[in-house]
């Protein structure tokens, strides 16, 4: 076979805690980021992605504690996001655990970050991370701030250019489909992913394990992210490799 | 049974490290003393990002690859290479330049050429398919997070993207692995366990 596509569940961080994470299995403490990854790391994910939402400079820490603890008990791949704004960040999370650091808003003032992150610790571990909407027909600008704010920047162009310094993958959510269920904006994706040789992450609307197939045939996606359908205990991880092994696509046994 | 972790900066040092107390390891030093690694009874090497500068960080401890190669060369002590720590067991390195490796296997670390579904980094699980019989490889699924890849001598096992690309090499008492054991759930933990108890 070939490299697996990937099924990534993301849990949503915030001052040290998971404000969106695994709600039906039997954790002491659900809020705690280590129980949550170490359901996923039973379960199978494939990798795991902490998205730091609530990123402060003084919240960097707990962040990468949050990291080193998890990477105490957990023999998994593991990309964090959110509030990393320097070179420095990012080493903190790489040393703490993480395998891939991903950069958002940062890299839209200021997309060297990408290539200060690439030369110093290599592109393999700098994460690319693009929030686009739909602003016209086959057309998207990156917006930040959880989509509140536009930036009038074009996002596959974007997307492409941080690429080109250095990248190692690309997460690219859509700010239209986030949270609706409806399936990822897969032109959106695909666009993108056409255009680059690095892997690329669909990200934003799953509803159903269909969705995920669809981000990888459609998309030609490399990865696939979801958060709710695994979160609440909708589909599993097996269920998500199964899905997408019967629509002939290579996945881990 | 001592365990020297070599700590030259390498990002991962911390992963390996935890990983090898679940693989039963009890007695892992993190260190950046040559003295340590002249007495330890194993020997790993961790790394990740680009060559040149992991061979540089590691050249950068005064009398460290003289220890390594003390120790693990001329008296025989079992070494584990990880990713870039594998890799710097080549003759050399082409990532931004060409830099000397350690030069104990025959081989040159080259950048993955993408190309239509394949796309590089190399980044997730692949298959380790054994090239030949060795205790520490089996046949298994491994996570991968690599642009560049060994080619040369003693290649222990491949695994597949657009054409075998080297999963492992080894010879004596030494093995490096380009997949990441310290990432791979229950496959890398046993490799680390087969690891500790190998005896070459």
């Given at each position: 076979m070939t490299v697996r596509a990937r099924v990534i569940p993301c849990l949503d961080v915030a001052g040290g805690r998971v404000?969106?994470?695994?709600?039906?299995?039997?954790?002491?403490?659900?809020?705690d980021p280590v129980e949550q990854a170490r359901a996923y790391d039973a379960a199978g994910a494939d990798e795991l992605c902490f998205l730091d939402i609530g990123a402060s400079h003084e919240g960097r820490g707990t962040m990468v504690d949050v990291v080193r603890r998890t990477a105490e008990v957990c023999f998994m791949p593991l990309t964090v996001g959110g509030g990393v704004r320097t070179v420095e960040d990012a080493r903190a999370l790489l040393l703490a655990g993480a395998d891939k650091v991903a950069v958002n808003s940062a890299a839209v003032s200021r997309p060297e970050l990408v290539s200060e992150i690439a030369a110093r610790?290599?592109?393999?571990c700098v994460v690319a991370s693009v929030d686009a909407r739909r602003v016209a027909d086959a057309r998207w600008e990156v917006f930040t701030h959880g989509g509140r704010?536009?930036?009038?920047?074009?996002a596959v162009a974007h997307a492409l250019r941080l690429a080109e310094m250095g990248a190692g993958e690309l997460l690219v959510t859509s700010m239209d489909r986030d949270g609706t269920r409806d399936g990822y904006d897969l032109e959106l994706i695909r666009t993108i992913a056409d255009q680059v040789t690095v892997p690329v992450v669909a990200s934003g609307g799953v509803g159903n394990l269909q969705h995920l197939v669809d981000g990888i045939?459609?998309?030609?996606?490399s990865a696939v992210l979801a958060a709710s359908i695994f979160h609440f205990g909708q589909s599993t991880i097996a269920e998500a490799h199964a899905a997408l092994a019967a629509a002939g696509i290579p996945v881990r046994s | 049974m001592s365990i020297a972790l070599i700590d030259y900066g390498a990002g991962n040092l911390h992963s390996v490290h935890n990983a090898l107390k679940a693989a039963g390891a009890a007695n892992v030093s993190v260190t950046a003393h040559p003295q340590v690694a002249l007495t330890a009874d194993r020997i790993v090497l961790p790394g990740v990002g680009a060559f040149g500068a992991c061979a540089a960080g590691l050249r950068g401890i005064d009398g460290m690859v003289d220890a390594l190669e003390q120790r693990v060369v001329r008296e025989g002590a079992p070494f584990l290479g990880v990713c870039v720590g594998m890799q710097l067991m080549a003759t050399r390195g082409e990532e931004l330049g060409s830099h000397p490796g350690?030069?104990?296997?025959?081989g040159v670390v080259r950048q993955l050429i993408p190309a239509e579904d394949v796309r590089v980094p190399h980044m997730g699980w692949n298959d380790v398919i054994p090239a030949t019989p060795h205790p520490l490889i089996e046949r298994g699924e491994a996570y991968f997070l690599h642009s560049f890849a060994f080619e040369g001598d003693s290649v222990l096992a491949t695994t597949n993207h657009g054409g075998p690309v080297t999963a492992a090499i080894g010879r004596d008492n030494m093995i490096g692995v380009q997949f990441h054991p310290e990432k791979s759930q229950r496959y890398g933990i046993a490799l680390l366990e087969r690891f500790l108890e190998w005896r070459p």
């Open positions: 404000v969106k994470g695994v709600n039906f299995v039997d954790l002491i403490d659900a809020g610790m290599g592109s393999q704010r536009e930036t009038g920047i074009d045939t459609k998309g030609h996606a | 350690l030069g104990w296997i025959p």
